[in-house]
């Protein structure tokens, strides 16, 4: 069917297998020792993850393939680890449908909304440096913004603000389908959005929107005063070590990585992605990684900790990333810029062609990485949330990742 805004929205960055879940793209409860969160999930009767042996790591491959098969999915590569009981790193499938490359979990991929974790890294550093304060209105750094001068920073990350997401924008959604490859500044995509009257007051209800992760991009720009890409590198990727992540301007995208497949066109046919120029996700969605820097991103972002041990913020600011208020829907709660689902802490990802899940368990100190080069969806599943549910629910039974159905990516 051909290409609708609420599945635009979904695609293009939202990704949230949550749907807006509270955030497309994320929400999941903390007991990290810097860090608790409110947590939604109920206490775990047993173990939180069993060990990987044999029988599970059989299990786990029968679980992902069995998606695969009913989902349609490409490929996907799959990573879990846990102290004491094991890694379980496994791809399946095709990396590229035209030469019959094998997926491999070396391979580069686009991550969509993950990139919203970075982002709200970089403003939370700012804070602790007292360079911009949570609590401050948005604007108070910039002009023009619908309601700016009661919608507050926290609002804007916590997904609470109440403008209009750009990328529901009917005019976005033809300026983007009808040339996949083209740029977009940030100013051109929140002029998307403030053209709409805004939704809510500040702060009445949680509703996932990308336009928030453009204002806040703008602002570490403005306050930490380096390019957004350029920040992120400095003071987020080359402190926790991670070498093959990065934050394009353009379309470029490193080797090897996996062809991208989308049905997110203006017809409605499955297109290929690896070219599609990811500039209108920006702050909100237009980074690259791969398993092993996610793995390492996975523990990072919900303890607040580089792999060194040294802060990326503050305990009393990861303590308040981790504070999710509950979105609505069962289980999940999401907060700056982090979701918590069933004890799950961390975020998903969704652009055309590609979606990511990178999550983490501090009850049992397990990651787990999912990425697949596919975004097309199964009765209404994004494809990461039915591989992330098909594993927890093999792994950690009393903490599945789920989301419904009829809230994904809408």
Known sequence: MPLSSARLRRGIVAAVALGTLAAPLGAAPSLAATAVAQSPSPSPSGPAVHALTPEVTGRLDDAVQRVMREAGIPGVTVGVWTPD???????FGVADKSDRREMSPDLYMRIGSETKTFTVTALLQLVDEGKVGLDDPIGKYMDGVPNGDKITLRQLADMRSGLFNYTEDP?????LTSDPTRSFTPQQLLDYSFKHPVQFRPGAKFSYCNTNLILLGLVVEQRGGQALG???????????GMTRTSFPQGAEFPKPHAQGYTNQTADGKVAETAGWNPSWGWAAGAMVSDLEDLRTWSRTVATGRFPDGEQMVSPATQRERLTTPPTGYPGTGYGLGIFDVHGWIGHNGSLPGYESLTVYLPAARTSLVVLLNTDITHDGQEPSTLVGQAVTEVISPDHVFELPAQHAGH
């Open 85 to 91: 009981k094991g890694e379980y790193v496994r791809s």
């Open 230 to 240: 350029d920040y992120i590198q400095q003071h987020v990727l080359d402190p926790a």
């Open 171 to 175: 005019d976005f959604v033809k300026a």
